[in-house]
Nanobody
Framework: QVQLVESGGGLVQAGGSLRLSCAAS????????VGWFRQAPGKEREFVAA?????????YADSPLKGRFTISRDDAKSTLYLQMNSLKPEDTAVYYC??????????????????WGQGTQVTVSS
């Protein structure tokens, strides 16, 4: 299995940027498809983006995330990234990275990801 640890969250003003990181340990990172989810207070955890084991394919949630967030991975560093630009107060949430073994296509469903990090808080002030 793989262990995931997020970092890079914090407080930022609206319009600003943050880059989240998710460091993986355990089994070889490129055995997994990985993604980002987020959960705002009082809301369900929602899909943000996912990336294939090769990095060639990506999947993003529909607007208003698309175009502002970019997912990437560096297998040499066993690290997943989420670059977030033009942040808005409604982006405030705990952001989680998740992993699932390679074997099926990219998925936005949180139920198919068995491995999760502990989350990192992102707060966007207006």
């Amino acid at each position: 299995q793989v262990q995931l640890v997020e970092s890079g969250g914090g407080l930022v003003q609206a319009g600003g940027s943050l880059r989240l990181s998710c460091a993986a340990s355990g089994r070889i990172f490129n055995y997994y498809q990985v993604g980002w989810f987020r959960q705002a207070p009082g809301k369900e955890r929602e899909f943000v983006a996912a990336i294939s084991w090769s990095g060639d394919s990506t999947l993003y949630a529909d607007s208003p995330l698309k175009g502002r967030f970019t997912i990437s991975r560096d297998d040499a560093k066993s690290t997943l990234y989420l670059q977030m630009n033009s942040l808005k107060p409604e982006d405030t949430a705990v952001y989680y990275c998740a992993a699932k073994p390679v074997g099926s296509g990219l998925s936005s469903s949180r139920t198919v990801y068995p491995y999760w990090g502990q989350g990192t808080q992102v707060t966007v002030s207006s």
